[in-house]
């Protein structure tokens, strides 16, 4: 079929790979996170998960600018949120290799392709505990983390708590909120933006528009910033980050603050992504931050200066 052997070699390694990754790509997957993702660093990050969600229905509820039916519709869309974490508990505890425990080992690769592809529309049979395999955000490749409006779910990747940025469910809550956790909120507030606001809890869309929630790109310190779409997360994450900033007296970097830590976290996470998904997927750090006034305070930035302007706006007020 190819000329050049190389080529040919080329080709059959992907091949190999993609038929692995649809076979065996959750048992795989959840042994990688048996060595990295113990129950004790889970329950770490479904606690902040948890406050994440918290912070955004104290700050829902605080709001004077919305109608009470907005309000209510997005209280109960933040009550019943749910977070896909993977793997989910049923596949850290040995399901998942009794799932795959009779796949089979023949000696050709095309024995080994049949039997595998029958033994894999065999699992249906687990039901739920299958269904959540299916639900697996892509672990190799970015977005690590989506938001699924009809099933209100943030869907969080294996592959970010593998990621050096977003390993800091080890570190201190400066890491932790300034790093995954502001971009799972940068995922829960949209549940309440122009899309959001159109599907219920139940995944039901609706006919109806609720009072928008949108900032007017006009009223903030740059005008048309992507930032604008991630000034809610930030105010939502440095929030839930103060909640715990008790936690402890440790500091992770002796030439920054705690608050600094949170900052260059989350900046460093957004502009790190690759050039073509900014504007798209990455969002913007500095749009968001200048108008943000603890982030001014933490670096003393001084009045009028780029990243503390006279003209700014906050969302939640």
């Known amino acids: ?65 919305v109608d009470n039916a907005t309000r209510n519709f997005i209280t109960e869309n933040m009550a019943t949120a749910q977070t896909v974490l993977w793997p989910p508990p049923d596949l850290s505890n040995g399901t998942s290799a009794v799932m795959h425990a009779n796949f089979s080992m023949n000696d050709t690769f095309v024995e080994s392709w049949i039997e595998a592809r029958r033994n894999t529309m065999r699992l249906a049979h687990f039901g739920p505990t299958f269904e959540r395999e299916l639900r697996v955000v ?41 790093g995954i956790c502001f971009e799972f909120a940068r995922q829960l507030v949209r549940a309440f933006d122009d899309v959001g606001l159109r599907v219920d809890s139940q995944g039901h869309v ?3 528009l609720l009072s928008s929630l949108a900032i007017n790109p006009s009223q903030c310190a740059i005008m048309g910033g992507d930032g604008i779409r991630e000034l809610p997360a930030l105010e939502v994450a440095y929030a839930a ?39 798209v997927f990455a969002g ?16 003393n930035c001084h009045k009028g200066a780029t990243m503390n302007p006279t003209k700014t706006c906050s969302y939640f007020s």
Not at 259 to 275: D, G, K, M, S, W
């Open 206 to 208: 609706r006919d109806r």
């Open 241 to 279: 980050f103060k909640r715990r900033a008790n936690e402890s007296t440790l500091r992770i970097m002796k030439n920054y603050s705690e608050e600094e830590v949170f900052f260059i976290t989350a900046c460093f996470n957004l502009c790190r992504q690759p050039t073509t998904m900014r504007g």
């Open 138 to 178: 892509r672990n190799y490749r970015l977005l690590f983390f989506a938001y699924d409006y009809l099933t209100n779910s943030v869907l969080v990747s294996l592959a970010s708590l593998g990621d050096r940025a977003f390993v800091q469910f080890k570190g201190t809550a400066s890491m932790r909120f300034g």
């Open 1 to 65: 079929m190819y000329r050049v052997k190389s080529a040919g070699d080329h080709q059959h390694r992907i091949f190999c790979s993609t038929e692995v990754e649809a076979m065996f790509g959750p048992l795989v997957a959840s042994l990688y996170a048996a060595n990295r993702f113990n129950a004790e660093s889970r329950q770490i990050l479904d606690n902040d998960f948890f406050d994440v969600g918290l912070t955004v229905r104290d700050k829902i509820a605080s709001l004077s600018s």
């Open 284 to 299: 913007g750090c500095i749009e968001a931050a200048a108008n943000f006034a603890p982030l001014s305070q933490a670096f």
